[in-house]
């Protein structure tokens, strides 16, 4: 990470810093019902970010919330990649 630092400030000229987290991993969130997703994300706006697309990712603090998480929300489709479509030539 100090190596990605230095090179950002010195080929961008901009300063960036690190912070620990505590989370465990990162979910991109997907459901067949729109309003359940909705509800989802309004329930856990504390542990959301967006993706460069602006798809929502959940942010996984412990593996014994995610587990809780999913059994309440089944619905909800976490999955730990994302497919991304291909550019054309």
Not at 1 to 26: G, H, Q
Not at 56 to 76: A, D, G, L, S
């Amino acid at each position: 990470l100090d190596v990605m630092k230095s090179r950002v400030a010195r080929e961008y000229n901009i300063a960036i810093d690190f912070e620990p987290t505590e989370a465990e991993s990162a979910r991109w969130l997907a459901s067949d019902d729109p309003a359940k997703l909705k509800a989802f994300l309004s329930a856990n706006r504390s542990s959301l970010a967006e993706d460069r697309s602006g798809d929502p990712v959940y942010i996984v603090p412990n593996r014994w919330t995610f587990q809780t998480v999913q059994k309440n929300w089944p619905e909800i489709r976490f999955s730990a990649t994302k497919e991304r479509a291909a550019r054309a030539a």
